[in-house]
C-alpha cells in the first residue's frame, strides 16, 4: 500500500514556506505572516494540550523579545526532512542555527505540520521548537531536546487540512 | 598567528561537467543526510539504519569506521556533548555506477560552548525507490580549529604556521 507523497514541486513550495518564516519572524514583518502560516495556526502544544494562537504570539511578540536576556538573533534554517502523513499535510522537522553579535552560535529544532490551503499553497498548521545543545547555563535554560522521529511521522497536533 | 592561507583542493574529480541528476534523486539525498542530523543529535541511534547501508564505511580524521555502528562509534567520541549537526550547500553528481551518486556538502556544528566547526562531507549514497542511503562518507574538517578534538589539527587543510 502506498501512502500519501509529495512531488518535487510540493517539496520545493514547502521550503520556500520554511525560508520565509525566518525573515518574517527575524524582521516581525506580521503583514507577510499569511505566507508562512495558516489563519489558525499555533506554537507549541500537543495530544493533550492546544498550541498558542498565531495571533496571541504576534500580540505578544514584541513584549517576549524586550524580555529577553539577549537580542533575537537572526535564523537559519537546515536540515529539512519531510513527511507526507495524509493527502494535504505533512510534517517537517528542520534544524535552525543563529550566529550572535559575539560570533557565538546557538542551534534548536522546529518541528511542523504543513498543510495544503484551499488556495493550493502550503502553510505552517503547527510549530514546535526544541532548544539543543547548549550549556546548562544557557539564559534561556539547558538543552531541552524533546523532539523524536516517531514524533515527527505520528504528531497527532493538527491533523487536518486547513 | 599567521595562517597558511593556500586553499584545499577540490576533491578528485569533482567540480566536472556530470549529467543531470533528476530533482526526485537530490532531494532523496537531502533527505537522508538531514535524516543523519537529526538521528545523530537526538541519540536515536536506532534509527541511522534507514539512512546508512549496511556495509557503511565513514573515513575521519580520528580514523576509519566500518558497519552500522559506525556513525554512533564516531560521533560519540565528543562524549556525551555531541554537537548540533547542520548540513548545508550540498551538490549532487551522478557517478559512473548504476544507483550511486555522490554529494559534497558543508557541515557546519554547533558546540555545547556556542561554538561553530565547519568542514566537508564527501558522501556517496545508493539511491533505490526514491530513497537514499549512504554508503560512505569521508569527513574533512575545513578551517583553522578543525572539530574539537586534538588530534584533527593534523588534517586541516588550512593548516596554522607559526605563532
Not at chain 1, 529577553?68 to 529539512?80: G, I, K, S
Not at chain 1, 498548521?125 to 534561556?140: E, H, I, L, V, Y
Not at chain 2, 566536472?16 to 535524516?35: G, K, N
Request: charged letters at 20%; glycine letters at 8%; one cysteine or more.
Amino acid at each position: 500500500m502506498t501512502g500519501p507523497t509529495l512531488t518535487a514541486q510540493d517539496r520545493q513550495d514547502i521550503k520556500m514556506v520554511l525560508a520565509r518564516y525566518v525573515q518574517v519572524i527575524d524582521n516581525a514583518d506580521w503583514e507577510r505572516a499569511d505566507a508562512v502560516f495558516t489563519a489558525d495556526a499555533t506554537f507549541g502544544g500537543g495530544s493533550d494540550t492546544p498550541g498558542t494562537p498565531l495571533g496571541e504570539m504576534i500580540d505578544g511578540f514584541d513584549e517576549m523579545v524586550a524580555a529577553r536576556p539577549v537580542p533575537l538573533f537572526p535564523h537559519q534554517c537546515t536540515d529539512a526532512v519531510l513527511i507526507a502523513v495524509a493527502p494535504g499535510v505533512v510534517r517537517s522537522w528542520s534544524k535552525f542555527f543563529t550566529v550572535r553579535a559575539d560570533g557565538t552560535v546557538t542551534s534548536g529544532d522546529y518541528m511542523d505540520t504543513i498543510v495544503r490551503t484551499g488556495a493550493g499553497s502550503w502553510r505552517v498548521k503547527n510549530r514546535a521548537a526544541s532548544m539543543g545543545n547548549r550549556p546548562d547555563t544557557d539564559p534561556f535554560g539547558p538543552s531541552r531536546r524533546t523532539f523524536t522521529s516517531t514524533i515527527w511521522r505520528t504528531h497527532p497536533n493538527e491533523p487536518g487540512p486547513a | 598567528m599567521r595562517y597558511d592561507t593556500s586553499l584545499p583542493r577540490s576533491p578528485s574529480g569533482w567540480n566536472r561537467l556530470s549529467p543531470i541528476v533528476a530533482i526526485e534523486t537530490v532531494h532523496a539525498v537531502e533527505q537522508a543526510l538531514a535524516l543523519y542530523d537529526h538521528f545523530v543529535d537526538n541519540a536515536e541511534w536506532e534509527q541511522l539504519g534507514s539512512v546508512l547501508e549496511g556495509d557503511f564505511v565513514l573515513v575521519t580524521p580520528a580514523g576509519r569506521f566500518d558497519g552500522p555502528g559506525a556513525a554512533r562509534r564516531y560521533e560519540t567520541l565528543a562524549g556525551e556533548h555531541v554537537p548540533a549537526h547542520h548540513v548545508v550547500n550540498t551538490q549532487v553528481e551522478a557517478t559512473t555506477s548504476a544507483g550511486l551518486v555522490r554529494a559534497w556538502s558543508r557541515f557546519l556544528l554547533v558546540t555545547w560552548e556556542y561554538r561553530a566547526r565547519v568542514g566537508d562531507y564527501l558522501d556517496v549514497l545508493r539511491v533505490s525507490d526514491g530513497v537514499a542511503k549512504l554508503v560512505s562518507r569521508e569527513i574533512v574538517p575545513r578551517g583553522a580549529g578543525g572539530l574539537p578534538r586534538p588530534e584533527h589539527a593534523s588534517v586541516e587543510r588550512w593548516r596554522t604556521v607559526g605563532p
